[in-house]
């Protein structure tokens, strides 16, 4: 304090502040970080990155809803075991070509909807190390059961920043975000995830910048993307219908034009999750409760 009511000059001042807050009030000091880097890839190579750092020669891997199984078949000849379930049969028909093309002996997979606990019941116990989700379906209990004590999880999951005015402005979403569906948001995730005895290790956000040349691409791209204009709370996706739907979507475009087009935010979000006992209230070493 002596130092502060000594300083005089606008350096001495700032030399004050910046030993005092360092990086909260936005000063360097040898305190701050060595080295701050961008995000710099995209989200799924996040993914592969994860697990390219994380498989043994002996890991036992699970990709959940492997779809026409690029990832898998990617990391397979690396592990043990490399085991997929998803419930398209036409995508796990294309996973099984890709696997008998490329001469894999070590890739199993199953067909199956993770939401149904006779499907999931087809995956051995307590068997996998690591596994993953590429915007896929979420973990859930009997799913976890099929991972090892200390495995890990890594998940790419939607943000629910995703395209979100233009939900917004055609009536598909309230002004908040909420808990479900692909706007699961973070703090909802994060305790069940802690009810599965699993806990983060590393999050990441990302988010893009899509771009539609005008109006009518974007209507084209909003009538394929059904999905994505669902909403609970209007009880299940509400497709785009260019008579309901074509004035907020003009709207939109006049708001978000650019000089580069519509502009359309995506939202991405890549969380590692490691297998362990959640404790929800961290005690001091002496604490007994
Ligand atoms: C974005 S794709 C994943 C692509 C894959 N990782 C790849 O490398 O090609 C998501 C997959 O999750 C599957 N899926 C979604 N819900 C599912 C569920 N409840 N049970 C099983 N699979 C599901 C979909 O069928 C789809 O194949």
């Known amino acids: 304090m002596g130092k502060f009511t000594q300083a005089t000059t606008s350096e001495e001042i700032d030399a004050d502040l910046a030993e005092r807050y360092g990086d909260y009030a936005g000063f360097t000091t040898a ?33 959940i809803g492997c779809g026409p199984g690029h990832t898998l078949c990617r990391f397979a000849p690396e592990v043990d075991e490399a085991w997929g379930i998803d419930e398209d049969e036409a995508l796990l028909a294309g996973a099984k070509a890709r696997v008998t093309a490329l001469g894999l002996s070590n890739v199993s997979l199953v067909h199956g909807n993770i939401e149904h606990e006779t499907d999931v019941a087809q995956l051995p116990d307590d068997y996998f190390d690591i596994a993953y989700c590429e915007s896929g379906p979420n973990l ?4 976890a059961r099929k991972l090892t004590n200390d495995a890990l999880f890594f998940q790419e999951i939607g943000g629910h920043y995703s395209g979100y005015q233009l939900h917004e402005v055609m009536g598909r979403k309230p002004y908040t975000y909420y808990a479900y569906g692909d706007d699961y948001n973070d703090q ?7 009810a599965l005895d699993l806990v983060p290790i590393s999050v990441k956000h990302y988010f893009y910048d899509w771009y539609f040349r005008d109006v009518e691409h974007l209507e084209a791209h909003v009538k394929q993307v059904v999905w994505q204009l669902g909403d609970w709370r209007m009880g299940g996706p ?24 519509i502009r359309m935010q995506e939202h991405l979000r890549v969380f590692a999750w490691r297998r362990a006992r959640v404790h929800y209230y961290p005690a001091a070493p002496n604490f007994s409760p």
Do not use: C, Q, W
Not at 47 to 57: G, M
């Open 31 to 63: 305190a701050s970080p060595y080295l701050i880097e961008e995000y710099g890839e995209d989200s799924h190579g996040e993914v592969k990155r994860l697990l390219a750092r994380s498989i043994r020669r002996d890991s036992r891997i699970l990709d």
């Open 140 to 143: 859930n209990a009997a799913l």
């Open 188 to 194: 909802i995730l994060l305790s069940d995830m802690a």
């Open 238 to 261: 509400l497709p785009y219908d260019p008579v309901r739907d074509r004035t907020a979507l003009e709207l939109y475009a006049r708001y978000n034009t650019t000089a580069k087009g």
